[in-house]
């Protein structure tokens, strides 16, 4: 009986798998260079750190399981719960700012299709300990150099930026009350997603009525800081959360990104636990979903039982990332297998090719050789297979004279050599 | 409300997931030398692929749920029946042998204990498509050159190699029925963990008579494949398992590799699989469990519905290994989190700050800085913390001149350099 792979999840066969290798140390190399530090977790948490903060409906869209004990354990949705706890339990010895970041996979069981999988890589920057805009200014940097390094330029791709006090204080001077907030946020979040008309009944549904529904309109007509009418940018609020943003858009002029970068007030992300700047990285066409979303999130860390921490970061997974760069031809060629691959013309015997086999892995070059032996012209298929650089070929004069004939795969040139000068 | 980790599982703050880092590096390093590629699998699996082999009772040792379709998913507990998987899937488009390896987070419900964890990272090096020694000698090989890679030698520990062919027609010998075998190697396999007379009572109720317990014992003492009795060797079954281990042993020789290994009949291992040469790695001083564990499974491709195929390969958790290092204080000392930490001693602008920050992250070093500004004594303080190599040091002439200190923080070094020859 053949059984089939979990819907929504992935085989890594060589090339894929390739590639997944290049993303992550893409995403590796950018962390580091900000001096961001790798964490990881469990993959396997208790259910409640998800709970807890979005509500016991958040099971339904994550794999749990109960265990002997009875305690309910879910695989991680994404990994911000997890450094949150980890903090927490750790938070007078670790020093500030702490920097870290993380390559999860996580689990969502959402309806499988395309750019949304049931499981998935992710890449998790965070800055804890600093309410400056310049810990927002600093993520987003770390994100643009790692858009940079797999090849995408600001052409290709938009980081769309808000803040949700902004929003926030906007949409309660349309009227709606603090508690109904959440709720319209999360509609909003919907946008590019459902249409118009569609939107409209569903806030209608969340109780706006037709005056708070237009003046919603008219607010994410906004495209600049500066079309907020004059009324609004009056009020305390609203007037901080636009000083917050220009500082912030400063910064990133500093940080050389701006060009990456505008103003969206309709970006709200979806989360609950985010307090401040929010942001998301589209692609320039609108092709695809968001590639990356972060933001401020300065109460979670308190939410989780910990002394309150100013806090922000962001994560990018790698199902959209990897479409996009599949359809911009940035995927990379995968490594070769094998940069040398030791034949034998002759029945030379198993002691004399591990001999050569041993020279070159000693010098550290990847080496494969034929287990099989056979004829010549055999053993040259697979390592033709194998993608081979070269080729090493030993013949029956190998143990009296140590002289092996090596062939370079590109340019057909071929030359004899002594085994110790070979690699 | 605290919410705590679940218990067997590991939270890998800076220092554990920087050994992690480097221990996954060098297993990564042994595999691509002699040529294998990486791949990977989902975690969550059908249950089915697991109990499918070794029956219904395996599901008490793992993690596994019912979807809303009713259907059973598991973590995985190991990875070979995932390549099993792969490999029937694609069976006619891969080009044999197969050489791949794969780094894994499994899972098993077992008791959490010193050495056991709930939650793991395991390697798993696989061959398929050879049936003679030279494909197990190469995994071996590999085995051993990831062992000299983290600093451990011959003295340190032990490859105890057996074939199950060998062990397997001497336990028939002794007039214990096939269908028996599988569950006297599963005692076998209990050998060192539980007391001597606790395993003759569990072969007893297994259905031993005393004769076939004294049989057993006495083959248990052979220390050498030269102590098999002559009557034994007579047989075909017994002098092919011999011939084929002589071979195995002579093949390890010409790789370098012999003083690693012995034969030890004694050695069985659990999975219901493996069908020729299987192997533990042990440390000499018998502190610790097995460090990998490998073997022949030739009839595992077609078990899982694929063409037959011979295979070998091996497993190696990180939880033993990282034991057995920390014991013999084999540990490296994780890596800085910066190579530079840019200060100000004066108040400079963040434009500035910023400057020198993206020159010296452009070069390609790990460079923080103190988002918070504030006292020069309380910023070098957080550069110490960073264990950052070299301090950059900002006066307000820098706007003006372009010129900023450098301190090497080993030597105490300290001198003015322009921007653009620093890093």
Redesign the interface.
Known sequence: ??????RG??????ED??F??WLVERWREAS???????????????L??YT?KSGPEIAEQL???Q??GG?K?A?RPEFTP?LA??I???QAAL?E?I??FNIS?C?R?ERAQKGRL??FFQWNVD?VG?P?E??DA?CLSVAV?AMKGVGLGPEDVVVRLNDRRLLGALVQHLGIAEPRVPQVFALLDKRDKVPALALAAMLAEAGLDTRQREGLERVLSWRHLSDIDARERATPEVAAAVESLNRLFE?LK???VAEWCRFDIGIVRGLAYYTGPVWEVHDRQGEFRAIFGGGRYDRLLGD???KPMPACGFGCGDVILGLLLEARGLRPEPER??DY?VVQADAVA??EV??VV?HL?GR?????FD??GGALKRQMK?AA??AARFVVILSDGFAADRRVTIRDMQSGEQRDLPLENLG
Chains 1, 2 share one sequence.
């Open positions: 009986m053949k059984i089939q792979a979990v999840t992935r085989d890594f066969y060589p798998m390739a997944r290798r580091r260079r900000a001096g961001f530090v790798e964490v990881d977790g469990p993959e396997l948490e208790p409640e750190l807890e794999y749990w399981l265990d002997k305690r354990l695989l997890t706890r980890m927490a339990s750790r020093p700012p920097r870290w996979r689990f069981y049931r499981e800055l600093v400056d310049v810990a600093e150099e910064l500093d940080y050389g989780v039982g910990g297998a094998a691959y198993w002691a591990l001999q041993r892995r550290g070059h990847p080496t494969q287990l099989k697979k297979d194998a």
